[in-house]
């Protein structure tokens, strides 16, 4: 069998129940702690994304005021329906575009776009200084044919090359087809141009690890081109496509949280992508300062554990060796007690221990030593019992010749009772043996007393061969005749029987009751201390020879009977068939 170490259980014990519970608590509640500010970074973006998504519709919507302020202008619908003739007409036109482009760019919009008229024999209107290059460049654009090809409904252009210096930056442009009075003819084209920084300012994010842009239905961007985002936008185009307003991105090690809303007038796409590494980044460090201290807290609590189980387990394993020494037979040994705590205790008790064991020991062979020579003295003394027993034998056969039948029948019960009496190697005998004792003893008594005393048997036959202790009914029928007071005869009821696993063994008679001295002395007989001496085959020898026998719970009881007027002596020792 493979035994364990009390200082590897400690210290087993202590990872199991100390460190490792505070490292999974740890470990949760960093990880609650990770997901609940992830929804609050989550929650957070989603507010500042309407929020942007607002301030672009509203800048998105003053362009289309200022767009309708023109297309509903008379003024405007006049000059685009009548090109000019002369040079003093196209003065004049010029000075009403410039008034409207000014009144526009001070009552709607928050700072100068980009104004340019087209009518269709192609003069052109605009606040920003053309040049023929600047003109053909916007003109083949893609998206003013998409306005002329919808004849009057708004196009929305985002982040598209300047068509004035390209070089100069990005522009945001709303284009449109201008129909007649009656709606029925289109007259001219309107372009409103924004620089694009303005809906850059407004979709930079104000803290680190968030990319704020904007997508058209064609997949133009509009934000601050960075490494992240080039690499981020081809894993989420489609998702942003499909309009999907929430979902998680991951580039590499790092993981994004997307939130997506639509802008209605363009039907273009607002996004604000999260940088979890970025935004988990302090707790990050805190989860790294906290493993440093946790793990440096690990090597202390494990170095303390390792000292303090030491010093318990080194005088145990102390007290150990001692123990293997005892038990090669050496008791001149003692531990050193050098603590006054439990395991001080124990070696003293052990110390305690060896020195009544030593004593025991001692008494053991002193004792050995007195049983040899009782049994000496034993072996002399069946001298004179032997040579009895054949004088009785000689006298018996004496008898019988002559045939004196009553001294043949005394001789032949003292001679069964002085052999059984000699017979001292057998401490237990079947109870149909003590029962012919019993007998043997019964005819003595009946030719020395007569029959004053009439004597009733009831056995179970179950019982009789059960064990019982030699000499242990002869005794309570003796006391019967010694000490019991008959006043109209007297009557002595012997039987046995079982109740469970107990064999009970019963002596009454219908005698006096004891007078009070002599049921005080037999009580105090049955409880005299069981290391207690005695001599003879008396009463309280039977019961101190059950209860050395078969313990404690066993023995003789006696007790009155006033309903029946007899007095009772019970045996109770247990039921066994082979023997004692």
């Not at 309407?50 to 800048?59: D, H, K, S």
């Not at 920003?128 to 003109?135: D, F, I, K, R």
């Not at 006096?512 to 003879?536: K, M, W, Y």
């Not at 101190?544 to 309903?563: H, K, N, P, T, V």
């Amino acid at each position: 069998m493979r035994f364990i170490s009390l200082r590897t259980k400690l210290i087993a014990a202590s990872l199991c129940f100390v460190l490792l519970p505070i490292i999974g608590i740890g470990a949760y509640a960093y990880n609650e702690f990770e997901n609940i500010l992830s929804a609050k970074i989550a929650e957070a973006t989603s507010d500042r994304l309407l929020q942007v998504n607002r301030n672009i519709v509203q800048e998105l919507t003053m362009m289309v005021n200022a767009s309708r302020s023109i297309v509903l202008d008379e003024n405007v619908l006049a000059v685009l329906a009548r090109s000019p003739d002369t040079s003093r007409d196209k003065l004049d036109n010029v000075g009403r575009m410039d008034k409207k482009f000014l009144e526009v760019s001070t009552a709607i919009l928050t700072d100068s776009p980009l104004f340019t008229l087209v009518d269709n024999d192609g003069f052109v209107y605009t606040n920003w200084g053309q040049t023929p290059q600047a003109l053909a460049q916007l003109r083949q654009s893609d998206w003013y044919r998409q306005a002329e090809a919808e004849k009057g409904y708004m196009v929305w252009k985002l982040n598209h090359d300047s068509y004035i210096k390209p070089a100069e930056g990005k522009l945001v442009t709303l284009a449109l087809a201008i129909r007649d009075k009656d709606l029925q003819n289109v007259i001219g084209m309107l372009v409103i141009s924004r620089p694009a920084d303005q809906f850059l300012r407004m979709l930079a994010a104000k803290s680190e690890g968030v990319l704020g842009f904007m997508v058209d239905e064609d997949g133009q961007l509009l934000g601050e081109h960075t490494p992240e985002l080039d690499a981020l936008y081809p894993r989420i185009a489609d998702g942003l496509a499909r309009h999907v307003n929430g979902f998680t991105a991951g580039v590499g090690d790092n993981r994004f949280e997307i939130v997506a809303d639509t802008v209605p007038i363009a039907d273009w796409r607002v996004v604000q992508a999260v940088s979890y590494n970025d935004m988990l980044k302090p707790v990050a460090q805190i989860r790294q300062v906290v493993f440093v201290l946790l793990a440096i807290s690990m090597v202390l609590f494990m170095s303390i554990i390792v000292v303090l189980s030491s010093m318990v387990t080194r005088p145990l394993r102390r007290l150990g060796g001692l123990m293997k020494q005892v038990q090669s037979g050496r008791l001149d040994v003692a531990f050193e007690i050098r603590s006054r705590d439990e395991v001080g205790l124990l070696g003293m008790t052990f110390n305690q221990m060896l020195l009544k064991l030593s004593d025991h020991l001692d008494r053991e062979i002193e004792l050995e030593r007195s049983k040899e020579q009782a049994k000496l003295e034993a072996l002399q003394a069946q001298i004179n019992p032997h040579f009895l027993h054949n004088t009785l034998n000689t006298i018996k056969w004496m008898s019988i010749m002559r045939g004196a039948k009553d001294i043949t029948d005394m001789l032949l019960s003292l001679g069964n009772l002085l052999n059984m009496s000699i017979n001292r190697g057998q401490e237990a005998i079947r109870l149909a043996e003590e029962i012919e004792n019993v007998r043997s003893f019964l005819t003595i008594q009946k030719y020395r007393f007569g029959d004053t005393i009439r004597v009733v048997e009831s056995f179970g036959t179950e019982t009789l061969d059960g064990y019982v202790p030699k000499l242990s009914l002869q005794p309570l029928v003796e006391n019967v005749y010694r000490h019991g007071l008959f006043i109209d005869g007297g009557q002595m009821t012997l039987c046995s029987r079982l109740d469970g696993d107990e064999l009970l063994l019963r002596v009454a008679d219908n005698g006096a009751p004891p007078a009070p001295e002599r049921l005080q002395a037999i009580e105090e007989r049955l409880a005299a201390d069981e290391n207690g001496s005695f001599s003879g085959i008396g009463i309280a020898n039977v019961h101190r020879r059950i209860q050395l026998m078969f313990g404690s719970a066993y023995g003789l009881r006696f007790e009155r009977d006033e309903a029946e007027g007899t007095n009772v002596f019970t045996i109770h020792i247990p039921f066994r068939r082979d023997g004692v």
